[in-house]
């Protein structure tokens, strides 16, 4: 059974560029959640998607979006970047609801000079 | 917010060393896990364990809710068990997969 699957997993952009980051869940999952994880602030919830509904955000700047769709993919946005939006961008899964086992994809890898 | 507090920060040990890694949290909670990031930054799954004790090979967890902590045991450990440890808590009644992650602790076996 794959894992979750993340794409790219390195990625190079310069400051006011946007980038565009996709999860693919494992299958049959239904919720798919996005990390950041930094140096400095460590791994912190960016949302979660439901069923292509977002049920939760976490404490970021509306230059960071995302969307689900109908076969559990989810993408995620950042606009207008800047050099402190430079992480790891980590996506998990979870066969239930949003509760239970979460899975993590080997993630994506941004580098904003 | 919940809290997640993690000790030691950093951890250095002789290959076959037992250790113990623990994870405080300040609220109840309804999922914790425990994770091993690997050197690619993939963080793999050791314990889905909101409850009670499990074990796996030379690993085992054991989380005290009531109480509001966690611990992680590794026994003879070996180098490839260096990395950073997480341990990540969900809020009781959140049901949206939101993880609340501590600090980790820093592995380091030196062979």
């Known amino acids: 059974k794959a894992g979750v699957t993340q794409t790219p997993r390195y990625l190079i952009k310069t400051r006011g560029q946007q980038v565009t980051l996709s999860c693919s869940p494992i299958?049959?999952?239904?919720?798919v959640s996005w990390y950041q994880q930094t140096p400095g602030q460590g791994l912190q919830f960016l949302f979660e998607?439901?069923?292509?509904?977002?049920?939760n955000k976490g404490n970021f700047p509306g230059r960071f979006s995302g969307r689900q769709f109908s076969n559990s993919r989810s993408e995620m946005n950042v606009s207008t970047l800047e050099l402190g939006d430079s992480a790891l961008y980590l996506c998990?899964?979870?066969?239930?609801?949003?509760?239970?086992?979460?899975?993590f994809g080997e993630g994506s890898r941004l580098t904003v000079l | 917010g919940i809290q997640v507090e993690q000790s030691p920060p950093d951890l250095i040990l002789q290959e076959g060393a037992n250790s113990t890694l623990r994870c405080n949290f300040s609220?109840?909670?309804?999922?914790l896990q425990w994770f091993h990031q690997n050197p690619w930054g993939q963080l793999i799954n050791l314990f889905y364990?909101?409850?009670g004790t499990k074990q796996n090979g030379r690993l085992s967890a054991t989380t005290v809710a009531t109480e509001r902590y966690s611990l992680l045991y590794i026994s003879s450990s070996q180098t490839t068990d260096s990395g950073v440890y997480f341990c990540?808590?969900?809020?009781?009644?959140?049901?949206?997969?939101?993880?609340?992650f501590g600090q980790g602790t820093t592995l380091q076996v030196k062979p």
């Open positions: 998990a899964s979870s066969l239930q609801d949003g509760t239970g086992e979460l899975f």
């Open positions: 299958s049959g999952h239904r919720s």
């Open positions: 998607y439901f069923s292509e509904t977002q049920r």
């Open positions: 609220d109840s909670v309804n999922n």
């Open positions: 364990i909101p409850s």
């Open positions: 990540a808590v969900e809020l009781l009644r959140s049901n949206t997969g939101k993880l609340i």
